[in-house]
Nanobody, 124 residues
Framework: EVQLQASGGGLVQAGGSLRLSCAAS????????IAWFRQAPGKDREAVSC????????YNAVAAKGRFTISSDIAKNTVSLQLNSLEPEDTAVYFC?????????????????RGQGTQVTVSS
């Protein structure tokens, strides 16, 4: 069974933190890299962070800005995204996706599966 489910979003004041969780099926964990994306109303989807389950290497996009940290728990088949020093501009729906890496890449690639998102709202 293919499953990706994001959770942990909410309303937080600027400067606050949230921890998002992506629960994935074993099939996903065994075969794909997992990434977090976000999409704000009226804006394009934006890459945030990616983790290679195979070797644990992580890759942060510009959106992460050094404030976000991605990690995985293989025993629980979950990928977490720690969001620190949140800003109103971080307000978006955050969702996780299972990626087949581009040739020569360890993580970023084509998203074969995508879960439902979780809303993050940062107030000023």
């Amino acid at each position: 069974e293919v499953q990706l489910q994001a959770s942990g979003g909410g309303l937080v004041q600027a400067g606050g933190s949230l921890r998002l969780s992506c629960a994935a099926s074993k099939f996903i964990f065994d075969n794909y890299a997992i990434a977090w994306f976000r999409q704000a109303p009226g804006k394009d989807r934006e890459a945030v962070s990616c983790i290679s389950i195979r070797d644990g290497s992580t890759y942060n996009a510009v959106a992460a800005k050094g404030r976000f940290t991605i990690s995985s728990d293989i025993a629980k088949n979950t990928v977490s995204l720690q969001l620190n020093s949140l800003e109103p501009e971080d307000t978006a729906v955050y969702f996780c996706a299972a990626l087949t890496p581009y040739s020569g890449h360890q993580c970023w690639g084509v998203d074969d599966y995508r879960g439902q998102g979780t809303q993050v709202t940062v107030s000023s």
